[in-house]
């Protein structure tokens, strides 16, 4: 379907096709490129319309500058989910009242704002009536993952996606103070219209950083109050998802997602959810004043965020102990969550309980708030920084370069005392995530000596991407590449010694004394170990010269 975009007459046209409609649909990708140029022809000395890449189907990926390049940048972004549009309609409308000097004129004075209208662009143009179930509105909308089926709000570190690569480029490139993603979340109904996940904060950290997140999110949370909007400072799903009683929990999200990824960036970052429920004109007008409180208070607080953030940047992480991943712990507030009347109802349909919600009927439910955080993760962190095997640099280098991750290759191999990390155990996930059969191990860091061949990248840890190279290279970390599966092949096992032979040589190990005496220790200790004739043989196997010392070992060393 083309869109019905209306392009004609002098002045170039810059309202979107929603407002044109009410509020009813929302414009193709054809339309959102249109308003990107119309902006530019409409006000050249102000707005830039650019490509920063073409997606997998060819299309344009389009952002726009509007403001002074040279100031401070605020990052707002939509549709990375492009069925959750609100966010590229709400901006449109806003841009045209700030340029035209509507009410919110000057909101732009001292900033740069930097927008991609839709992220997700082949998944925009795999349009229709029923990609959302559990939304009001548009009448069509987009798809929620690209055209090759990835959740781009799940490839912020891995970078599977041209999309992202080409993202990360560009957001490395403006470095922005603080970065919006506008989303619309699902699930459960009740009254407030919108959630702001807001990364970093002082639960989380006591750095200048920590405290302007907290700050901005008291801030912009009271203004959205004064602008007569119920916004939440949390993401509102439910302890237990089926559960209202249950409550809700803040959460710290690992550099897979937006937010998540900006503040380990050391930047500010936030996650804006509306909610599925309400119509599309509620939702558009949330996204608009969200992002409009927001750059208030960045006209006054940019350039102090900029210093803070900067400051985080400079920080020596070598050796420190640095918390990866967080949850929360035990203790919990009631808050009063303005929800709706609802009943718990035998399914006839599942067999289980189903909630049934009357939106007709507000009620309060006083329910647990869980606040505090406690690491569950911490890591040390290298003294010096990561090796990566020149085999691996074909697949994992061109991530790094996205990341704008400083690195160097060495020249001359050489043998070196490093950290190495042997898997004493490492399971496989069953299905595939995102394309990825995941990969958990156990085991630590010890110092070894290693060939170092040429042509090894080295990347430091005393540089501003210090916290990412931690959640990317440190093989316990929830979002590592070990993780995602870009090792995988280390741990497989690819030779075997024919039975016949371990047989042969088991007989002759067991000629020394030491191993005959651990052997029958194992056979008495270890029932399973007893009955097993493969474990039996590989515990011999294991002794032997010929066992492969790289099964199992993360190809990535440290220093
Ligand atoms: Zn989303």
Redesign the pocket.
């Known amino acids: 379907m083309i869109s019905n975009f209306a392009w004609g007459g002098k002045t170039p046209d810059i309202t979107t096709h929603a407002e044109k409609t009410g509020w009813i649909e929302t414009g193709r990708a054809q339309e959102a490129e249109q308003l990107c140029h119309n902006f530019e022809k409409k006000f050249p000395s102000k707005v830039k319309c650019r490509s920063y890449g073409k997606t997998p189907e060819k299309r344009n990926l389009m952002y726009m500058v509007v403001g002074n390049p040279a100031s401070p940048v605020v990052w707002v972004q939509a549709g ?2 492009a069925g ?1 549009i609100d966010g590229k309609d709400a901006v449109f409308l806003l841009l045209k009242e700030i340029l035209e000097k509507k009410r919110t004129s000057g909101l732009l004075k001292g900033l740069c704002l930097v927008f991609v209208p839709i992220v997700n662009l082949d998944g925009h143009e795999r349009f229709g009536a029923y990609n959302r179930p559990n939304q009001i509105g548009p009448k069509e909308m987009g798809w929620r993952t690209t055209s090759q089926n990835i959740n781009l ?1 799940r490839d912020f570190l891995k970078v599977d996606s041209s999309e992202m690569r080409d993202l990360l480029t560009l957001w490395h490139k403006v470095d922005p103070v603080l970065s919006l993603d506008l ?3 699902d699930g459960a109904q009740f009254q407030p219209e919108v959630g702001l996940i807001i990364h970093p904060k002082k639960s989380f950290g006591d750095s200048n950083l920590h405290e302007a997140g907290s700050r901005f999110e008291d801030e912009i949370i009271s203004k959205l109050k004064d602008l007569k909007h119920l916004a939440l400072p949390f993401y509102p799903s439910f302890e237990n998802n089926v559960d209202p009683k249950t409550g809700f929990s803040v959460h710290v999200s690992t550099p897979r997602f937006a937010h998540g990824y900006w503040y380990n960036n050391n930047r500010l970052g936030v996650l804006v959810e509306t909610h599925s429920w309400k119509d599309y004109a509620t939702r558009v007008k949330n996204q608009h004043d969200v992002v409009m409180a927001a750059l208030e208070i960045a006209q006054r607080d940019a350039l102090s965020w900029k210093k803070y953030a900067q400051e985080l940047d400079r920080e020596s992480l070598a050796g420190k102990s640095v918390p990866l991943s967080y949850k929360h712990n035990d203790k919990f507030r009631l808050i009063e969550f303005p929800g709706y009347k609802y009943s718990v109802e035998k399914s006839n349909i599942s067999g289980a309980d189903v909630i049934k919600y009357d939106p007709s009927l507000p009620e309060i439910w006083k329910v647990p708030f869980y606040e505090e955080l406690r690491p569950v993760l911490t890591v040390v962190a290298p003294a010096e920084g990561y090796y990566l095997q020149p085999a691996d640099a074909e697949l994992i280098l061109p991530k790094l370069v996205a990341h704008g991750v400083i690195y160097s290759q060495i020249k001359q191999s050489h043998a070196r005392e490093v950290e190495v990390f042997h898997a004493i155990k490492a399971q496989f996930s069953v299905g595939s995530f995102e394309g990825h059969q995941n990969l958990v191990v156990e085991g630590e860091w010890k110092k070894e000596n290693v060939e170092i061949p040429a042509h090894t990248i080295f990347i430091p840890i005393n540089q501003p991407k210090g916290r990412l190279l931690l959640q990317m290279f440190e093989p316990l970390s929830l979002d590592s590449f070990l993780w995602w599966g870009f090792f995988n092949r280390s741990f497989e096992r690819k030779e075997y010694m024919e039975d016949y032979v371990a047989e042969d040589i088991a007989v002759e190990m067991l000629k020394n004394p030491l191993v005959k005496e651990e052997f029958f220790a194992k056979l008495k200790d270890d029932k399973e170990f007893a009955k097993s004739p493969e474990k039996r043989f590989e515990f011999f196997y294991r002794k032997h010269s010929s066992w492969d010392v790289r099964f199992n070992r993360y190809p990535v060393f440290r220093k």
Request: aromatic fraction near 0%; hydrophobic fraction near 30%.
């Open positions: 990375i989910h959750e709000n989303h619309v979340t």
